[in-house]
């Protein structure tokens, strides 16, 4: 069956730092990959994605690469900000199914 | 466009006691999903649906949690009688295709 392995938390950063946070999946046939990315107080949000093999996905500074080989979706921002302090999910989903399979989630602090 | 509209936002009850959470997803989409986050896990999928039926209830426990999406468009979730491990925040997404999800920002669920 599917998994999602994400690199456990909780992570603290200084701000400006660079942040990695490591995914890697298990799954049949060529799935899409989600980060989600959840606030306090709030619902869960699409943060970027991918759907094929080398495709990147980005937004708001955050990137992440679909890496076959390595079965992997690790998200990389290269100067965080206070703002960005939330709970970052992996997730990914088979084509023709749009049921979600998620990672543990990874909880981000940074710090001014 | 409105969200996925949840209610309600907190409830706390004792266990053996029954509970009803509900779901409005985003007009015209079909998929309409209820996820179910306990603390520090990534969330999992309780039911699917497409339109007013069911694609999905592999992981929902039947012999306590029922759904239903009467006319295809909100949903109600129930659980009876409830236990001390379903405390847990319950998530309503909806869906247009091809992981263009909208998340609701979910039900927190404490069972005393």
């Known amino acids: 069956g599917n998994s999602v392995t994400q690199m456990e938390g909780p992570v603290t950063l200084s701000e400006e730092a660079f942040l990695t946070i490591n995914c890697t999946y298990t799954?049949?046939?060529?799935?899409?990959l989600f980060w989600y990315v959840q606030y306090p107080g709030e619902g869960l949000q699409l943060l970027l994605k991918a759907t094929k093999a080398d495709d990147k996905g980005s937004n708001k500074g955050f990137e992440a690469t679909y890496r076959k080989e390595t079965t992997s979706f690790h998200l990389e921002k290269g100067s965080v900000q206070v703002s960005d302090s939330a709970v970052y999910f992996c997730?990914?989903?088979?084509?023709?199914?749009?049921?979600?399979?998620f990672g543990t989630g990874t909880r981000l602090t940074i710090i001014p | 466009e409105a969200g996925v509209a949840q209610s309600p936002r907190y409830k706390i009850i004792e266990k053996r006691q029954s509970v009803a959470f509900w779901c409005n997803p985003i007009s015209g989409h079909a998929t309409l999903y209820w996820y179910q986050q306990i603390l520090g896990q990534g969330p999992k999928l309780l039911i699917q649906f497409q339109n007013n039926g069911v694609v999905d209830d592999s992981q929902l426990p039947k012999d306590r949690f029922s759904a239903e999406r009467l006319k295809g468009v909100d949903s109600t979730l129930k659980i009876q009688p409830a236990k001390l491990e379903d405390s847990a925040v319950y998530l309503c997404?909806?869906?247009?295709?091809?992981?263009?999800?909208?998340f609701g920002s979910g039900t927190r669920l404490t069972v005393v």
């Open positions: 997730a990914l989903s088979n084509f023709g199914n749009e049921k979600l399979t």
């Open positions: 997404a909806s869906s247009q295709g091809q992981g263009g999800y909208t």
């Open positions: 799954a049949t046939g060529y799935p899409s």
